[in-house]
């Protein structure tokens, strides 16, 4: 007997799957939250900033001490080259 795709997927399937997509989309969120806290500026107006950015690239937005992909479009806010003396 042939199984179809619906046999295979359960109701914990979709709940699972529904989980993960939730806590990536409060991450983006988090990510833009943290932009808008460090320019001093409204999460609304990060949010249109960053549209066109993927996840990666809004992350590389916040991200320490890491340079940035060549020809990537990102808004960084961090100074690549400068250490903190100590953490």
């Given at each position: 007997m042939a199984t179809t795709p619906s046999d295979c997927i359960t109701e914990r399937h979709l709940t699972l799957f529904g989980t993960?997509?939730?806590?990536?989309?409060q991450y983006e969120v988090l990510i833009q939250q943290?932009?808008?806290?460090?320019i001093g500026s409204h999460l609304a107006d990060v949010?249109?900033?960053t549209k066109t950015l993927t996840t990666g690239e809004k992350a590389h937005c916040v991200a320490w001490p890491a340079a940035?992909?060549?020809n990537t479009p990102s808004i960084d806010l961090m100074?690549?080259?400068k250490h903190p003396e100590s953490f």
């Open positions: 993960i997509v939730r806590w990536f989309a943290v932009i808008a806290t460090v949010m249109l900033l940035p992909p060549e100074p690549v080259n």
